[in-house]
């Protein structure tokens, strides 16, 4: 195979493949980083607010599959 008949790494579908990669990478590490902070975050909050706090972590679970 010659030099000019080898196709380059970085074309678009490539590209593309990563780009989705670390997207998908960093939204999974910001909703994983909420719900292991959220018992610390329990602590400190009145107990009227848990039943809200629970529906945020509820809508991040559901919301995350539904965007990809």
């Known amino acids: 195979m010659s030099a000019s008949a ?3 790494f970085w074309r678009y579908e490539n590209f593309i493949v990563i780009a989705m990669f670390l997207g ?3 939204i999974m590490m ?3 980083t909420l719900a292991f902070l959220f018992p610390f975050a329990l ?3 009145a107990p009227r607010k848990l ?3 629970g529906m945020v972590n509820e809508f991040l679970d559901d919301a995350v599959p539904v965007a990809e």
């Open 6 to 8: 080898r196709k380059s």
């Open 24 to 26: 998908y990478g960093v």
């Open 30 to 32: 910001d909703r994983l």
């Open 43 to 45: 602590k400190e909050t």
């Open 51 to 53: 039943e809200k706090m």
